[in-house]
């Protein structure tokens, strides 16, 4: 099955700053590739996401690129804000009915005002 | 903005017990799912469900694990016989499949603590 490896656990930057965090994924069949910020107690909420057919997307501040190639996808954030601190996870499926989620082991991130 | 809920927000029980864990997806989504995530760990899928049946399980769901839509508007998830390690936080999430991705939407999720 699909397994996702998503670095770095944990990622502390300043206010303004960027922060990146990467994902890869082992199936190739895997065309679809969501990111979920979770706060403290929260639900997952998708932020944004990627198809395969796609190789980057930005909506605002965020951004995802894709290298089916290499089977890796990133999550870009940029002007970084003390709300965006955060547990951030990446995912993989493959298209079709129902398929499931497959999430990588999350990213920490901690904005430092 | 529709959303998925999730009842209780919170359920103790012990060890051995059943529970049922309900959820309200949204009203014209398909496809309904159930994860969980131990405390402090990833996100894990357990079952996937339409048109009244399963469509993928993970080793997870095991057959202590069962879920049923009741009617048109719920969706649960029952555990018969509890173990500790069930413990964790059950999320549902659904999806409509708009253009053929899968996009899914979380429940706020049931915290199950097993003493």
């Known amino acids: 099955g699909e397994n996702v490896e998503q670095h770095p656990s944990t990622l502390s930057v300043q206010e303004g700053d960027s922060a990146v965090i990467k994902c890869t994924y082992s199936?190739?069949?895997?065309?679809?590739f969501p990111w979920y910020k979770q706060e403290l107690g929260k639900r997952p909420q998708l932020i944004i996401d990627i198809r395969s057919n796609v190789g980057e997307k930005k909506d605002q501040r965020i951004a995802v690129t894709l290298n089916k190639t290499a089977k890796h996808f990133s999550l870009h954030i940029t002007e970084t804000q003390p709300e965006d601190s955060a547990v951030y996870f990446c995912?993989?499926?493959?298209?079709?009915?129902?398929?499931?989620?497959?999430f990588g082991s999350g990213t920490q991130l901690t904005v430092l005002p | 903005e529709p959303e998925v809920t999730q009842t209780p927000s919170h359920q103790v029980t012990q060890m051995g017990q059943e529970v049922i864990l309900r959820c309200v997806p949204i009203?014209?989504?398909?496809?309904f799912y159930w994860y969980r995530q131990i405390l402090g760990q990833k996100v894990e899928f357990l079952v996937s469900?339409?048109?009244?049946?399963?469509?993928?399980k993970s080793e997870i769901f095991d057959d202590q694990f069962s879920v049923e839509r009741p009617d048109g508007s719920n969706f649960t998830l029952k555990i018969r016989s509890t173990k500790l390690e069930d413990s964790a936080m059950y999320f549902c999430?659904?999806?409509?499949?708009?253009?053929?991705?899968?996009?899914?939407?979380f429940g706020p999720g049931t915290r199950l603590t097993v003493l």
């Open positions: 199936d190739s069949a895997s065309n679809y």
């Open positions: 009203s014209n989504h398909l496809y």
């Open positions: 469900f339409y048109n009244n049946e399963i469509s993928e």
């Open positions: 999430a659904s999806s409509d499949l708009g253009r053929g991705y899968n996009e899914q939407f």
């Open positions: 995912a993989a499926s493959m298209r079709g009915s129902a398929r499931q989620l497959t």
